[in-house]
């Protein structure tokens, strides 16, 4: 398996919810009294408190929550999770994710629970995980299966791990197979032990990434 070397730049940050009523919203990232917010898919827009686009207004935001108004129903979003109602499975196993400034994919997600910083990486054959976050997260090495990988420092040991749930935007995945590394890593890689389930689809710098089994 190789693993690629980034350069860490700013992130978008993002997470998907369907409102009860149908409008699909996801949280981009939050700023100084703006929210970057996508609707129905589009682009991400930056959003002042007050204003209101397609039927969503900012109400007000607050560290890494923004309190929302959707379809004339107030709503309180968390950067990178999936708080509204879903209307139905099929629909709602998706994410929107933005590029940031320097091209990657960065955004929230969670591995058995906890909450993780993913890098979509496609030269990753699975989902890896630094040291520090698989203490975090308490995934147990100690039955998993020991080996090296090659990365652009050179040989690394690694374990492994059979994650129980990978979580994206509004997709779930279970079972999905993972590494620990022995150092910490920056993010986690969401590698094709994941992607490779997904249609995936790209549009400047949005990706869009749906469940397919």
Do not use: C, W
């Amino acid at each position: 398996m190789k693993i690629k070397r980034y350069v860490i730049g700013f992130a978008f940050l993002l997470g998907i919810a369907a409102a009860a009523q149908g409008t699909d919203v996801g949280l981009a990232g939050i700023f100084p009294g703006k929210a970057l917010l996508t609707i129905n898919g589009g682009a991400p827009r930056t959003v002042a408190i007050g204003a209101t686009i397609e039927g969503v207004k900012l109400i007000s935001i607050g560290g890494d929550t923004a309190t929302l108004e959707v379809d004339g129903a107030k709503r309180v979003m968390r950067v990178g999770q999936n708080v509204a109602a879903q209307r139905s499975t099929s629909s709602a196993q998706r994410a929107i994710l933005t590029a940031n400034s320097g091209g990657h994919f960065i955004t929230l997600g969670s591995i058995n629970g906890g909450m993780v910083r993913f890098l979509v990486d496609t030269g990753a054959s699975l989902v890896s995980v630094g040291a520090s976050d698989a203490k975090r997260l308490a995934l147990d090495t100690l039955r998993g299966e020991r080996g090296f990988s090659s990365t652009a420092n050179g040989l690394a040991s690694v374990t492994r791990v059979k994650l129980d749930t990978v979580r994206v935007g509004g997709i779930t995945l279970h079972g999905v197979d993972g590494l620990v590394h022995e150092n910490d890593m920056p993010y986690v890689l969401l590698g094709m032990s994941f992607l490779n389930r997904m249609e995936m689809s790209r549009s400047g710098d949005t990706m869009t990434l749906k469940k397919r089994f």
